[in-house]
């Protein structure tokens, strides 16, 4: 696979700004791709209530304005901060993809920010969206992962450089799971020392880590398979804890391979690592 070329980030004021930025446009660097920047402005009647006892329809009119002004207000600002940060790293600023060096732009749109990811991201090679604050899993994260149809890159809120060298791959021979590592190519021929991680409680299905390391012999990446041992109650965590102690600053897997319902009942390995994984996740759905 080629390198990816368009890259979408959905950007909110919702704390860490500066730092999500730079971390957004270090991937731009590091692919010498475009970085579509989208910032989605929900009108306020969205959220304002149509009747609330015993307020005017005046009133409320006040209260749309207010909040559409300080909305316009923060954009402006994040838009700003924008422009100041890709001018101090090296990335032109432009609507169009620039062969040869990275490049991004800004995007001011309407609507809510998970319907608007879901959809754009369909024409995007990688959308690079932040980690939950406090562990949690945000809406806008899901349909990235869920409804993009595309390779999601979710980036620690802080982590500010992008250069993974040392990279583990999460194998359990299901469709998401090679999807990722197709999608991961570009990075794993970068990486200096790749590990294909088989949890016990999967390492008895096929194609196993050995037809995957075939596989990427033909792609002329060298890697290591290694069995993860069940020391906790979560996959998750055996697995986070294998990349932790390899010192692995990058992690690709499949994205919610269980049905969706499971997922939510018993945690899943996806659930865990978005909620604990201080390292990027390279995720396919």
């Known amino acids: 696979m080629n390198d990816p070329r368009i890259l979408l980030m959905p950007l909110s004021s919702s704390g860490e700004v500066s730092e999500r930025l730079q971390g957004a446009l270090a991937v731009a660097k590091y692919f010498g791709a475009q970085l579509q920047v989208l910032h989605a402005c929900a009108h306020p009647s969205r959220f304002v209530p149509h009747e609330i006892a015993g307020l005017s329809r005046q009133f409320m009119q006040e209260l749309e304005r207010i909040a559409d002004t300080q909305a316009r207000e923060d954009a402006s600002q994040l838009r700003r901060l924008f422009k100041q940060l890709a001018d101090q790293g090296g990335v032109a600023v432009s609507e169009e993809y620039l062969p040869g060096g990275a490049s991004a732009c800004w995007h001011e749109v309407e609507g809510l920010r998970s319907e608007l990811v ?16 406090n562990g949690t899993i945000s809406s806008t994260l899901e349909a990235a ?6 390779p999601v890159l979710v980036m620690p809120r802080t982590q500010t450089n992008f250069a993974p060298q040392c990279i583990a791959i999460a194998w359990n021979g299901s469709p998401e799971a090679a999807r990722a590592v197709r999608s991961a190519l570009p990075l794993l021929r970068r990486g200096r020392d790749v590990r294909i991680l088989t949890h016990e409680t999967t390492s008895s299905r096929v194609p196993g880590p050995g037809s995957l390391q075939a596989y990427l012999q033909c792609h002329g990446i060298d890697s290591k398979p290694q069995r993860v ?12 804890q294998a990349a932790q102690g390899f010192h692995c600053d990058l992690i690709v897997m499949g994205a919610y391979s269980h049905h969706r319902l499971q997922q939510q009942a018993f945690g899943g390995v996806t659930r865990h690592l978005l909620q604990h994984s201080a390292m990027p996740l390279l995720l396919c759905h």
């Open 229 to 240: 041992e069940q020391l906790h109650r979560s996959d998750g965590a055996d697995l986070l």
């Open 145 to 150: 992962i869920l409804q993009s149809g595309s």
């Open 118 to 133: 879901a959809r754009r991201g369909r024409v995007a090679d990688l959308l690079v969206v932040p980690q939950g604050r």
